[in-house]
């Protein structure tokens, strides 16, 4: 197995391009969302990031593992101070991000499709996961944190046996070797930026609903530990919820929350 070292320096140098708070890089960290959370709390600045090469405790949703091996993929962590503008939209942040990944995606030839609500598919497999937590001030939000993981090598997909759904990568994806980690990350951020200054616009809601996965197909709906809902999947609601129509034609709108999509065997 070929390890591809990521490089200080030229992660700094390259991300120095673009106007972000303060940037911490680390080998090897448990969650860079953990770190990300600890600094926002004591007052990080407005984009700052947390970038690792490894994650040895990597979290998906309600602590699901999310395996960062070292050398194989990105590891982020991005804090969000939102703007009084923002603040309606902050249901949407989510979407900002995978949307973000999913056109970086597409900037390589790929053709990435986001199934709801936190994860990106190349060729139906999931390459990239997206753990937006919250830093609170009583009961307003403070920050937020935007966790994504994307894997770039071939390293970076877990056994099979350890996952709920396919795994994949870009370099699988790809018929070339994938640009370098730091050129990835720097597009990611950079759409990023860009779409959050069109965080309430109905643009942003369009082009994530353009990338939705399944659409007009049918779908099961896993909510928590209830029976799923069944239904054909329509689309975004404007604050970035899924419209899905039941058996009955009566539409079903899921809200975010520990739901996951499979399609309808
Ligand atoms: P889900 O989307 O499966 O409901 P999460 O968004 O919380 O769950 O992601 C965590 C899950 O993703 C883990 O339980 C594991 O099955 C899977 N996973 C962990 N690491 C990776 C990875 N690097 N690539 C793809 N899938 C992963």
Redesign the pocket.
């Known amino acids: 197995m070929v390890l591809i070292y990521m490089n200080e320096q030229s992660l700094k140098k390259t991300l120095s391009k673009l106007n972000l708070g303060s940037v911490r890089y680390f080998d090897s960290i448990g969650s860079t969302n953990d770190e990300a959370l600890a600094w926002a709390a004591r007052g990080a600045r407005d984009l700052s990031i947390v970038v690792a090469d490894e994650q040895t405790h990597?979290r998906?949703?309600?602590d699901?593992?999310?395996?960062?091996p070292k050398g194989s993929?990105l590891a982020v962590s991005l804090i969000l101070r939102p703007s009084a503008e923002q603040r309606p939209h902050l249901s949407r942040t989510v979407g900002l991000a995978a949307l973000s990944i999913a056109e970086s995606c597409s900037k390589l030839g790929l053709a990435p499709r986001i199934k709801w609500p936190?994860?990106i598919l190349l060729n139906g497999k999931?390459?990239a996961?997206v753990?937006i937590e919250t830093v609170w001030s009583g009961e307003d939000v403070d920050s937020l944190v935007i966790g994504m993981?994307i894997?770039i090598y071939k390293a970076?997909?877990?056994p099979v046996e350890?996952?709920?759904?396919p795994?994949t990568s870009l370099e699988d994806s790809l018929e070339k070797d994938p640009p370098a980690r730091e050129e990835i990350l720097f597009n990611v951020l950079k759409l990023l930026i860009q779409w959050r200054e069109r965080m309430g616009t109905n643009e942003l809601i369009n082009s994530w609903n353009e990338l939705l996965a399944f659409r007009g197909e049918q779908v099961q709906a896993y909510v928590g530990g209830e029976s799923p809902i069944n239904g054909e999947l329509l689309g975004l609601e404007s604050d970035g919820s899924l419209r899905l129509h039941d058996a009955q034609g009566k539409p079903v709108i899921i809200h975010f929350g520990d739901v996951?999509l499979r399609l309808r065997a």
């Open positions: 990597g998906g949703r309600l699901r593992k999310w395996f960062t993929g936190n994860d999931k390459t996961g753990l993981g894997n970076s997909v877990p350890l996952l709920q759904f795994a996951s």
